[in-house]
C-alpha cells in the first residue's frame, strides 16, 4: 500500500498551528531584534564589555529553571502557560519604552529587564513544541516542528538586520516601539491557539470522566511542583527512547556548537584573517543552512524515521565539523557552515519530534524543560576549548571534538539500537507517513 505523506502547507490545515506559527514568527523576530537593540545600547552607554557579556548570559539563565516551566505547562495547561508569557513580554517592553521616553532608562535598568525576560525566554520553545505535538496529529509532528523551526531561524537573519535598520535609522524609542508592536500582535494571534482541537479525542474525557479516571486523577492533583519534577526525571531515566535523545542533545551542545557559535569569532580573526564583515558572513552562512535545514525537514519527506534521521544527521555534522577543523580557505569554510546548519536543523528537529512521541501527554512539558538543560553542554564546551586552543591550537582541538562527537553519536546509536535505530521502533513509525 502507498504511504501518502502529510504537504508541507499540511499544518497549516490546524486552525490553532495558523495561529501559532506566525505568533512564534512575531516573537522570534522580537526577540533578535531585542537582543541586538539592547545589547548595543548597553556596551554604548556602559561602554562595558564586562557588563555586555553579562546582558548576553542573561538571555540564557532561564534554561536552569526550564524543568519549572515544564511542570507549569503540564499543570495548567501549555496555551495558558503561552498565553501568559507572551503577554509578559509585551509589557516588559512597553515598560522599556516608557523609562526611555522619560529619560529614566540605564543599562542596569536594561539588565533587571533581561534577567526577567532571560528567566523565561529558553523555555519558549519548549512550549511552542509541546502545543504543536498537543495539537497537530502525530503524522504532521515532525514538518510542524520543522516549521516552527523556521520561524525561529528567518529572525537570526531577517529579525537581526531589520533590529540594526530600524535602530540605526530612527534611535531607540521607535526601534523598541516597534519590538512592542510585534509581542503584541504576537500576544494577540497566541490567543487563537487552542487547548486541544483534536475534540473527538479528549470529549469522551473531559465531560464523561469515568471512575478509573478519577481515581487516576486524584492522586496527580495532590502531587506538588518539586514530586512532579522529581517523577519527570525519573520518567525520563527509565525511557531509553528519551535517555538517548537527550544524550545526543547534550553531546552536540558539548562538541558541535562551540565550533559553531563561541569560536566563530576566533577562525574568522585567526585562521581566516578577516574583519567583523568577514564574520557576519560566516554567522549569516551557518544561519542560512539552519533555515534551508528547517524547510527540508518541515517538507516531510524523510522515509528513515525520525530517529534514525537525528542519529544519521549527527553523524553527518561531526564529519562536517571535522572538515572545517582543517579547511584554511574562507570560501571552502562558508560551504562547510552552511552545511552545519543545515545537519544541524535536520537533527535536533527530528530529536524533539522522539522526545515528544516518546512522552506521555502529561509529561511532556517537563520532558521538553529537561531537554533545555542540554544546552548546558555549549558553556561547558566552550570553557574547556579556550585552553586546549591556546595549548594546541584550533584545528587540533576541532578534530578532537569532531572524532569524540562521531564515537559517542556511534556509541548512542549502538547502546540503544533497538529503541532508536530499528525502523520498527515506536518513535520511527506514525512521524512521518
Avoid at 137 to 150: E, K, T, Y
Avoid at 160 to 174: K, N
Avoid at 245 to 270: R, S, T, W
Avoid at 369 to 377: C, E, T, V, Y
Amino acid at each position: 500500500m502507498t504511504v501518502v505523506r502529510p504537504t508541507f502547507f499540511a499544518p497549516f490545515c490546524i486552525r490553532s498551528f495558523r495561529f501559532q506559527w506566525p505568533a512564534d514568527l512575531f516573537a522570534s523576530w522580537a526577540f533578535e531584534m531585542e537582543v541586538l537593540i539592547l545589547g548595543w545600547y548597553v556596551l554604548v552607554e556602559s561602554e562595558s564589555v564586562l557588563l555586555l557579556v553579562v546582558f548576553g548570559a542573561l538571555q540564557y539563565a532561564g534554561s536552569l529553571i526550564s524543568p519549572l516551566f515544564g511542570v507549569a505547562g503540564d499543570r495548567m495547561g501549555y496555551r495558558r502557560l503561552f498565553m501568559m508569557t507572551r503577554f509578559l513580554y509585551a509589557l516588559l517592553s512597553i515598560l522599556l519604552v516608557v523609562l526611555a521616553a522619560c529619560n529614566l532608562l540605564t543599562p542596569l535598568i536594561v539588565l533587571v529587564i533581561a534577567a526577567v525576560s532571560g528567566m523565561i525566554k529558553p523555555s519558549d520553545i519548549m512550549m511552542r513544541f509541546a502545543l504543536i505535538a498537543q495539537t497537530l496529529p502525530s503524522n504532521q509532528m515532525i514538518g510542524a516542528l520543522g516549521l516552527s523551526r523556521v520561524t525561529t531561524d528567518s529572525a537570526r537573519i531577517a529579525g537581526a538586520l531589520a533590529g540594526v535598520g530600524v535602530f540605526a535609522l530612527f534611535g531607540l524609542i521607535p526601534a523598541y516601539i516597534f519590538v512592542t508592536c510585534l509581542y503584541l500582535v504576537s500576544c494577540l494571534l497566541a490567543s487563537g491557539v487552542a487547548p486541544d482541537p483534536r475534540r473527538n479525542h479528549s470529549a469522551a474525557t473531559s465531560h464523561s470522566p469515568t471512575p478509573t479516571d478519577l481515581s487516576a486523577a486524584a492522586p496527580r492533583k495532590r502531587s506538588t511542583p518539586y514530586q512532579d519534577l522529581l517523577q519527570a526525571f525519573g520518567y525520563v531515566w527509565r525511557k531509553p527512547e528519551l535517555l538517548g535523545a537527550f544524550c545526543l542533545a547534550f553531546l552536540v551542545n558539548i562538541l558541535a556548537y562551540p565550533l559553531f557559535l563561541g569560536l566563530l569569532p576566533f577562525v574568522a580573526k585567526n585562521v581566516y584573517e578577516i574583519g567583523q564583515a568577514g564574520l557576519g558572513l560566516l554567522g549569516a552562512s551557518y544561519a542560512a543552512g539552519s533555515l534551508l535545514g528547517s524547510v527540508v525537514v518541515s517538507l516531510n519527506r524523510f522515509s528513515v524515521g525520525p530517529s534514525r534521521l537525528m542519529l544519521i544527521s549527527a553523524v553527518l555534522w561531526f564529519a562536517i565539523d571535522l572538515a572545517f577543523a582543517q579547511t584554511t580557505l574562507m570560501p571552502v569554510g562558508i560551504v562547510l557552515l552552511i552545511c552545519a546548519g543545515f545537519a544541524q536543523n535536520v537533527c535536533l528537529v527530528p530529536l524533539a519530534g522522539v522526545m515528544l512521541k516518546a512522552s506521555d501527554p502529561a509529561y511532556r512539558g517537563r520532558v521538553m524543560g529537561m531537554r533545555m538543560l542540554a544546552i548546558w553542554g555549549l558553556p561547558m564546551g566552550l570553557m574547556l576549548s579556550g585552553p586546549l586552543i591556546n595549548q594546541f591550537g584550533f584545528s587540533v582541538t576541532a578534530t578532537v571534538y569532531s572524532i569524540l562527537g562521531l564515537l559517542f553519536t556511534v556509541a548512542i546509536g549502538v547502546r540503544w539500537r533497538h529503541i532508536l535505530w530499528s525502523r520498527q521502533a515506536a518513535v520511527n513509525s506514525n512521524m512521518s507517513g
